[in-house]
């Protein structure tokens, strides 16, 4: 069975970073890319970037070039995405994806 | 960035009803490689989003034979040939054939 685990919710503050996961199993890790998308609060889907695990090359959207790093550890089949200088705007849950199975998302919260 | 248009934004229907989406994208999806890479997604409330079509016609696996895909180049749609009480939600198309990766704004289908 496919599965990607997240990592649980956060409630970071403003100006901060945070770091989510998403653990692969059911299938080779390395055979395709990880996809992260963001979604706020009773709003849609937006595309972050993806990383092929196989050598970490990436690509993100523009306006998330900023502000998201993606990795992939090969040896414990995690994809990571990293979030730097948080804002109210971040606020939203994230998605992984290899477009045919999703993590369950992660709520992050920036607040004071 | 390739814009996808979906409509309508909200669908009302009774059990057993058929229903179409419909996404038109700003550009064409063909890939040079030969492949059009445009999916459909359904987000149940509370849920992560499920893939249900992908390469445009292609029915992902365990999901019912309810759900259809058609269409080709900048129009394309989903029909659902009658709609039951499990299918409600919210509706995107997603093209990935063009990076930055971009997602229509959703169609809500809800019951009458």
């Known amino acids: 069975e496919v599965l990607l685990q997240q990592s649980g919710a956060e409630l970071v503050r403003p100006g901060s970073s945070v770091k989510i996961s998403c653990k692969a199993s059911g299938y080779t890790f390395t055979d395709y890319y990880m996809h992260w998308v963001k979604q706020r609060p009773e709003q849609g889907l937006v595309w972050i970037g993806r990383?092929?695990?196989?050598?970490?090359?990436?690509v993100y959207a523009e306006k998330f070039k900023s502000k998201a790093t993606l990795t992939a550890d090969k040896s414990s089949n995690t994809a990571y995405m990293q979030l730097s200088s948080l804002t109210s705007e971040d606020t939203a849950t994230y998605f992984c994806t290899n477009w045919e199975y999703w993590g369950q998302g992660v709520m992050v919260t920036v607040s004071s | 960035d390739v814009v996808l248009t979906q409509t309508p934004p909200t669908l009302s229907a009774t059990i057993g009803q058929s229903v179409s989406i419909s996404c038109r994208s700003s550009q064409s999806l063909l890939h040079s490689n030969g492949n059009t890479y445009l999916n459909w997604l359904l987000q149940r409330p509370g849920q992560p989003p499920q893939l249900l079509i992908y390469l445009v016609s292609r029915l992902e696996s365990g999901v019912p034979n309810r759900f259809s895909g058609s269409g080709s180049g900048t129009d394309f749609t989903l029909k659902i040939s009658g709609v039951e009480a499990e299918d409600l939600g919210v509706y995107y198309c997603?093209?990935?054939?063009?990076?930055?990766?971009?997602f229509g704004a959703g169609t809500k289908l809800e019951l009458k």
């Open positions: 997603v093209q990935s054939t063009h990076a930055p990766y971009t």
């Open positions: 990383i092929n695990p196989a050598n970490g090359n990436t």
